[in-house]
């Protein structure tokens, strides 16, 4: 079971992420002896090995994304343009869009903040 670790078909909420370690997980099971695993999402029910691999690679691409804003110490503000790409891959009913959208702007956007730009006197997180 990874709970929501892998959603398939939709955007992950990002707001608690961290990525880096979620990365990690996901790729340590594709490595034996979890490559044969029967994953189960608490989202999306049964997951197969291209869903795994499409879900790191999306979250990969939102990390890089990320780490380029942070290093050109981009205002939490520019996270918003990044939104029309990482919603490239899914294909939400209708009456689902703007909910996905949503959710992907907001967890972003308190990802980047709570990631690389934290209140006065807070330590980054790595």
Do not use: C
């Amino acid at each position: 079971f990874v709970g929501d670790a892998i959603v398939a078909d939709q955007p992950p909420f990002l707001a608690a992420a961290d990525l880096p370690v979620w990365i990690e997980s996901l790729k340590l099971l594709q490595s034996p002896p979890h490559a044969d695993s029967v994953l189960v999402s608490s989202r999306s029910g049964l997951i197969s090995s291209a869903q795994l691999r499409t879900h790191l690679s999306y979250l990969e691409k939102v990390h890089e994304l990320v780490e380029e804003l942070a290093a050109k110490k981009a205002h939490v503000d520019a996270v918003d343009a990044l939104v029309p790409q990482l919603m490239k891959p899914f294909h939400p009913p209708v009456d689902r869009h703007s909910m996905y959208v949503n959710r992907l702007r907001h967890g972003l956007r308190l990802y980047y903040q709570r990631h690389y730009q934290p209140a006065a006197g807070e330590p980054l997180e790595e």
